[in-house]
């Protein structure tokens, strides 16, 4: 096959990988307390609990969202009593965001389901070298920056 075949190949099955997340994401499931959260709900939760305190304007920095939607997330995540939202005492206009200890047990949670879920990937992968492994992030790298100039209006991907 040429490079161009497999590369084509590969982008078919990055989409099709993009299609099956899309589909596991938007099934609600339980983390360690009584709520049904989506993936993008768990998600943020996990950024908040990984930065421990943090703001709007941050979370929607790393996930390329409006500072909008990111608020609406937020507003859902403390009406569930998984995060808490209260002014920077040293910056009044700024609102700092952490998780509550319901959110806590989400995140502990999540995290453990990731190792394990991870682990359970790993070994369908044994025959994959960490070599390869390395080689895949660089190609996924390479593509993303293509893809977010692509999304920007841009078209050069030297940069």
Same mark, same amino acid.
């Given at each position: 096959?040429?490079?161009?075949? =497999?590369?084509?190949?590969?982008?078919?099955? @990055?989409?099709?990988?993009?299609?099956?997340?899309?589909?596991? *994401?938007?099934?609600?499931?339980?983390?360690?307390?009584?709520?049904?959260?989506? &993936? =993008? *709900? %768990?998600?943020?939760? /996990?950024?908040?609990?990984?930065?421990?305190?943090?703001?709007?304007?941050?979370?929607?920095?790393?996930? /390329?969202?409006?500072?909008?939607? =990111?608020?609406?997330?937020?507003?859902?995540?403390?009406?569930?009593?998984? %995060?808490?939202?209260?002014? /920077?005492?040293?910056?009044?206009?700024?609102?700092?965001?952490?998780?509550?200890?319901?959110?806590?047990?989400?995140?502990?949670?999540?995290?453990? @389901?990731?190792?394990?879920?991870?682990?359970?990937?790993?070994? #369908?992968?044994?025959?994959?070298?960490?070599?390869?492994?390395?080689?895949?992030?660089?190609?996924?790298? =390479?593509?993303?920056?293509?893809?977010? &100039?692509?999304? #920007? !209006? !841009?078209?050069?991907?030297?940069?």
């Amino acid at each position: 096959m040429e490079k161009e075949e =497999v590369f084509n190949e590969l982008m078919e099955t @990055l989409y099709e990988t993009s299609r099956l997340l899309s589909s596991y *994401e938007s099934i609600p499931r339980m983390y360690g307390t009584e709520d049904e959260l989506y &993936m =993008v *709900e %768990v998600h943020t939760l /996990n950024l908040i609990g990984n930065k421990i305190k943090t703001n709007t304007s941050e979370i929607a920095e790393i996930t /390329n969202r409006t500072k909008s939607a =990111v608020s609406q997330m937020v507003d859902k995540l403390i009406k569930k009593g998984l %995060v808490v939202k209260y002014r /920077n005492p040293d910056n009044y206009r700024e609102l700092i965001i952490e998780l509550t200890p319901k959110g806590k047990i989400v995140y502990e949670y999540h995290k453990k @389901l990731d190792k394990e879920e991870y682990g359970k990937h790993l070994m #369908n992968l044994k025959d994959f070298t960490v070599e390869d492994f390395q080689k895949l992030i660089k190609i996924s790298k =390479v593509l993303n920056r293509g893809i977010e &100039m692509s999304r #920007n !209006g !841009g078209d050069n991907l030297d940069k």
